[in-house]
């Protein structure tokens, strides 16, 4: 039996072209001499570090004392010890890639083999492209399997996923969706409100992705006039327009293999739509002004806040390219249905800004309070306004209701003005004449204030507090001018 102190070997980088390649440990186990040196022949070529044995007990000493990454196993062995092996190994050891072979009699026992745990198998006699098939395809997803457990492995140490901040429930769905998409090269279609943060995802996808190293290049599809987009996706030659005095390549084929973001793609017109859509089928455009075409290797990634499925609907969007677009589809959540993340968010950009300042904020209980009360019809781009207004508006290290946005200040008011009045139902209607302290301390400092002229420091004086506590009480409010306020 294999014991338990194994543990296949992380694949191994090693410089080639100044890019790291993946050196993946192979171990052959087969009884034929000829076969197992042919197979073992064939993955050095490739490029794989190969051990190999024919015998399984021999197999069992390699796999503990060497690590491996593939097993390439001959069946059937004298009863079914093949078997036994691959279950072993795939019980202990989950994340290791078995791969049967068999001879053309053998089918039942190929069968056998995937439900003992291999991932997929060989009928003998077999090519030398079928093995470099079988075992590029074991090879990816090892690849794959590897980056998605290090990002989730990130996820689960940070706040977040590179930039992007939140713990809720929401967002850890996202991270895990995330965390398999970034590895593939597949369309993906991002949907959600304005300010959820759709160039933020789509970032993400493409630097943790398999072409991190090339381009990232978003295009806004609704601030541009159709002209002007049609040159930025596919370029254009010399003389093809007034002032297009040399030619350019368009973004498709500038990315060499990196991301094209398609921002607010359901503002394209349908000419463009049938346009983009020609390209990605053909994986090739033809720039404005040309005869020639030129081929393009590019990722799409895609946003829109509209309903695209809605457009298709009444004909305004190409059913064709929402289908080519919508291989993979992100919806972000608003930031209403994640609640929990406001703080977390909050204090984020409250560090950002203060390194950018060098002075140090914090919120006031009162003024988290009221953010986490509020909607957020803007959702993560109005939170981060909020917080840099209210750094603006403060006069101290700690932002209170008075320094947030006026709709956010109304919002605080109302609820205070209410948390008084069921103080006074709950306190007995036989009492009317009693308002509660926070009541009689806000009409004692109005009152003196405007006895005064608008003289806070005089009234700070007659109130017997000091000045900064009285500034504090009046963001507390949400007063900017107590003569004015009723």
């Known amino acids: 039996m294999l014991e338990a102190a194994f543990h296949p070997r992380a694949m191994e980088f090693i410089p080639q072209n100044s890019e790291p390649v993946p050196r993946i440990h192979l171990l052959v186990v087969d009884a034929d001499v000829a076969m197992r040196s042919a197979c073992g022949e064939i993955a050095t070529s490739l490029g794989y570090a190969v051990d190999s044995t024919g015998d399984l007990d021999q197999a069992r000493s390699l796999l503990r004392g060497h690590a491996a990454d593939i097993l390439l196993v001959n069946l059937p062995f004298g009863n079914n010890r093949a078997l036994e092996l691959i279950s072993e190994v795939k019980l202990l ?4 890639s078995v791969i049967a072979m068999t001879a053309t009699s053998s089918v039942n026992a190929a069968v056998e083999a995937m439900r003992c745990g291999a991932s997929d198998y060989l009928t003998k006699p077999f090519a030398v492209d079928e093995l470099s098939t079988v075992l590029d395809r074991a090879a990816a997803s090892l690849t794959t399997d590897t980056a998605t457990r290090q990002l989730r492995e990130r996820l689960r140490l940070s706040e977040g996923l590179g930039s992007m901040i939140g713990r809720s429930a929401e967002m850890e769905k996202l991270y895990r969706i995330l965390s398999k998409v970034a590895q593939s090269t597949h369309p993906v279609l991002i949907l959600g409100e304005s300010g959820t943060g759709k160039e933020l995802v789509a970032r993400t996808i493409h630097a943790y992705g398999p072409n991190a190293q090339k381009p990232f290049l978003p ?5 541009l006039v159709p002209t002007l987009i049609e040159s930025e996706l596919f370029g254009y030659v010399k003389g093809a327009f007034t002032g297009a005095n040399r030619s350019k390549d368009g973004l ?17 017109s349908l000419d463009l739509q049938a346009k983009l859509l020609r390209a990605l089928q053909e994986k090739e455009v033809r720039p404005v002004g040309a005869t020639h075409r030129i081929p393009i290797k590019a990722r799409i ?11 298709v609907e009444r004909g305004t969007f190409r059913k064709d390219l929402f289908y080519r677009l919508n291989v993979v589809n992100l919806r972000l ?11 977390l968010l909050a204090a984020h950009f409250l560090d950002r800004i203060s390194r950018e300042h060098g002075a140090k904020f914090t919120m006031s209980d009162e003024a988290l309070r009221t953010m986490m009360r509020h909607d957020w019809p803007g959702n993560v781009r109005e939170l981060e306004n909020a917080m840099e207004r209210a750094c603006a508006m403060s006069s101290g290290p700690v932002l209170h209701l008075g320094d947030l946005p006026t709709q956010l200040q109304q919002q605080g008011l109302a609820a205070h003005r209410a948390a008084g009045a069921t103080g006074d139902a709950q306190s007995g209607a036989d009492t009317p004449g009693v308002k509660p302290l926070a009541d009689l301390e806000r009409e004692a400092i109005l009152g003196a204030i405007r006895a005064l002229n608008g003289d806070k420091l005089q009234a700070a004086k007659l109130l017997g507090i000091g000045k900064t506590t009285l500034y504090r009480k009046l963001k507390e409010y949400g007063i900017a001018d107590p003569l004015q306020d009723e």
Do not use: H, K, Q, W
């Open 333 to 343: 959540p608003a930031l209403r249905d994640r609640r929990e993340d406001i703080p």
């Open 252 to 268: 498709l084929v500038s990315a060499e293999g990196g991301t094209v973001f398609l921002d607010e793609i359901g503002e394209l």
């Open 301 to 311: 990634v895609a946003a829109t806040n509209r309903d695209l499925a809605a457009m």
């Open 93 to 96: 050891y989950p994340r290791l």
């Open 219 to 223: 295009v806004d599809c609704g601030s």
